[in-house]
């Protein structure tokens, strides 16, 4: 009878166990699953921002490319103006 009774509440004490794993899981899951519903808020807000940005970003670089055409074109003109007055005085 005794065996029975260590027994019954080593099983007793290993569902006790059990449950109160369980519930530190299920706690840490509800946990989990909060955290990820704010990253997917935040990343809700943040793709539109991100998707601007790198649609400015598109018009900064074509704005730079312009920039550095019209910077090759003005130095050629500078050259040939250079090259011109040079020949006058010459």
Do not use: M, W, Y
Not at 28 to 38: F, I, P, S, T
Not at 46 to 59: I, S, V
């Amino acid at each position: 009878v005794s065996f029975e009774l260590r027994l019954l509440r080593k099983a007793s004490v290993l569902a006790a166990e059990r449950r109160g794993a369980s519930a530190r899981l299920e706690t840490e899951l509800d946990g989990r699953a909060q955290r990820a519903a704010e990253l997917a808020r935040h990343i809700a807000i943040t793709e539109p921002k991100l998707a601007a940005l790198r649609k400015q970003l598109g018009e900064v670089e074509a704005t730079l490319q312009r920039a550095r055409v019209d910077q090759r074109e003005n130095e050629r003109l500078l050259r040939e103006g250079q090259l011109r007055l040079a020949a006058l005085q010459g």
